[in-house]
T-cell receptor
């Protein structure tokens, strides 16, 4: 069955450093992959979408890579700030562009001042 | 950007009662909305797809008679948890498809926390 895995352990880093989060998937060939941010008690907020033919995508301090051979996406936050502390979710569309998303369990990032 | 709202934001009810949760797309029309459920420290799990003007489609293991979905207009979908029980206590989140920067993506509501006593 389709499976998405994120590092369930919390990631603690110092302010100003780069945070790198990993998303691995199996039994799947997605056309694109999405990253969301979720704060406690809130719904997910869309951050970035990367397509299978894109190796890398950037948005301000965010960078996402997508390696379809390794079946892995990396999510980077450069010059991290305490306000970046949240849970980050990766998600795949279950089949081509249906909007039916499968989410990873999320990785909680804590940026310390 | 597109905004999706939910009401109520939280609800406490007695076991056996029914609870209705509303999901609205505030500045765009959504022919399709999705309902997810999230238990503590777990990921979001898709429950059903709500289609305007037609029946909802449910994911495997989700009881359609227990979780009634109505998508009466292009901006409103409702989820009714019928005869709620403590195991239904969860965080319910809806989403709607929209276009941002030329790309279709999902906009999520703020979620509704349900506690069944």
């Amino acid at each position: 069955s389709q499976k998405i895995e994120q590092n369930s352990e919390a990631l603690n880093i110092q302010e100003g450093k780069t945070a790198t989060l990993t998303c691995n998937y199996t039994n799947y060939s997605p056309a694109y992959l999405q990253w969301y941010r979720q704060d406690p008690g809130r719904g997910p907020v869309f951050l970035l979408l990367i397509r299978e033919n894109e190796k890398e995508k950037r948005k301000e301090r965010l960078k996402v890579t997508f390696d379809t051979t390794l079946k892995q996406s990396l999510f980077h936050i450069t010059a991290s700030q305490p306000a970046d502390s949240a849970t980050y979710l990766c998600a795949l569309d279950r089949s081509s562009n249906t909007g039916k998303l499968i989410f990873g369990q999320g990785t909680t990032l804590q940026v310390k001042p | 950007g597109a905004v999706v709202s939910q009401h109520p934001s939280w609800v406490i009810c007695k076991s056996g009662t029914s609870v209705k949760i509303e999901c609205r797309s505030l500045d765009f029309q959504a022919t399709t909305m999705f309902w997810y459920r999230q238990f503590p420290k777990q990921s979001l799990m898709l429950m059903a797809t709500s289609n305007e003007g037609s029946k909802a489609t449910y994911e495997q293991g989700v009881e359609k008679d227990k979780f009634l979905i109505n998508h009466a207009s292009l901006t409103l979908s409702t989820l009714t948890v019928t005869s709620a029980h403590p195991e239904d206590s969860s965080f319910y989140i809806c989403s709607a498809s929209g276009v941002l920067g030329g790309e279709e993506t999902q906009y999520f509501g703020p979620g509704t926390r349900l506690l069944v006593l």
